[in-house]
């Protein structure tokens, strides 16, 4: 416990330090940070879009968004709490762009052994509802192949730790819908394992 507070302390410590070297100018710290949460953006954009490419799209478009503002990071949040809003942002941006989005099966294989799949509050939430019972891929095979109006509101709510109200404005829907859609997905996760075992 005691070693992975120290840990967790000099990790943030050298956040900070690249955040304030990074809006000086500095690329090798704009770089630092690039490396530091690549994986963590990439996952992010991979499960709430489906698609590889897009994901890999919406990673580089976040760290363009972050390289040209981060002088005006104010620092009010953790820089991981402002990239990960610029990278679902952008996101929504994304799917709202699409015309007709016809939901289509994702595998998860698309996503390669160099990412891993990183979200802030995932121990807390989902795990503690359905991983007891069935390993993390059956659940996220599951997750990635709901229809849209399930799956990204699950995401923001159990992965990445949103409010429903944030949800909800991140949307645009009723908070009443953002909670419906919330309950029918786990609802959908639990039937689904049934089948798996």
């Not at 620092?75 to 990239?83: A, D, H, P, R, V």
């Not at 016809?102 to 990183?118: A, F, G, P």
Request: with cysteine; net charge positive; proline share 1%.
């Amino acid at each position: 416990m005691e070693r992975k507070k120290r840990i967790d302390t000099e990790k943030s410590a050298r956040n900070g330090d690249l955040v304030s070297r990074a809006k000086t100018g500095d690329k090798t710290a704009f770089e630092g940070l690039v490396k530091m949460y690549s994986k963590y953006v990439y996952t992010t954009a991979f499960f709430i879009l489906r698609d590889s490419h897009e994901a890999e799209d919406v990673s580089q478009e976040v760290f363009v968004k972050v390289y040209l503002s981060i002088e005006g990071f104010r620092g009010l949040s953790s820089f991981k709490t402002w990239i990960r809003k610029l990278t679902v942002n952008t996101c929504i941006d994304k799917l709202r762009l699409r015309a007709k989005h016809k939901d289509k099966k994702v595998s998860l294989d698309k996503i390669t052994e160099e990412y891993e799949v990183v979200f802030t509050k995932f121990s807390q939430n989902l795990e503690k509802n359905f991983f007891q019972q069935e390993a993390v891929k059956d659940v996220l095979k599951i997750v990635v192949n709901m229809e849209e109006n399930y799956r990204i509101p699950l995401i923001l709510r159990d992965l990445q730790d949103y409010s429903y109200r944030e949800i909800a404005d991140l949307v645009n829907k009723p908070i009443g819908t953002i909670k419906t859609n919330i309950h029918r997905a786990r609802k959908l996760i639990k039937e689904k394992l049934k089948t798996y075992k």
